[in-house]
């Protein structure tokens, strides 16, 4: 099923529009993670940062940076349905760490998975792949590589 969205004459398929929905969520907390480890304004994070920060974190009641930061760990931590690593080939009896990670975010029609590259124990490079009913994992376009990388680098790599 395919879905017009408001941006001009872009149709966008279910699995799309959830990857997008999920996209912008990590893309909020990586924002809102950076500023509470940072000495800026709340008026330097982006409306909806600030929305995130006073509903969600009642930022009104305990303005206290280091208690955001964790609690936005803490929910990244629980928003994937499975964390996955495999390793790399190597020779029989060779130490091997994780080589490769799988962070899987939804499923069914439409699925969502956050893949990378690990080395040593960290992500390197990160990129989304959604799914629907009866189709391949598809590369999902975007320039947010580094929230991406943020989002991953919350979990523990080690095998």
Not at 31 to 40: A, K, T
Not at 58 to 65: K, L, N, T
Not at 96 to 119: C, D, Q, V, Y
Not at 121 to 131: C, I, R, S, V
Request: with cysteine; glycine share 6%; net charge negative.
């Amino acid at each position: 099923m395919t879905t017009t969205t408001e941006d001009a004459c872009v149709v966008l398929t279910d699995a799309e529009l959830n990857c997008k929905g999920h996209l912008e969520t990590i893309q909020l907390w990586h924002e809102v993670h950076d500023w509470c480890c940072g000495n800026e304004d709340p008026n330097a994070l982006s409306w909806p940062g600030r929305r995130f920060l006073i509903e969600e974190m009642d930022w009104a009641h305990d303005p206290d940076r280091d208690a955001v930061a964790e609690a936005i760990r803490e929910q990244v931590l629980e928003d994937p349905l499975e964390v996955a690593v495999r390793e790399d080939w190597h020779a029989i009896g060779e130490e091997t760490e994780a080589a490769e990670f799988m962070i899987l975010l939804s499923t069914g029609g439409p699925a969502l998975r956050l893949k990378g590259r690990l080395a040593d124990g960290e992500p390197t490079h990160a990129w989304l792949e959604h799914q629907d009913w009866f189709t391949p994992w598809t590369y999902y376009q975007t320039a947010a590589d580094d929230a991406l990388i943020w989002y991953a680098s919350q979990f523990y790599w080690e095998v």
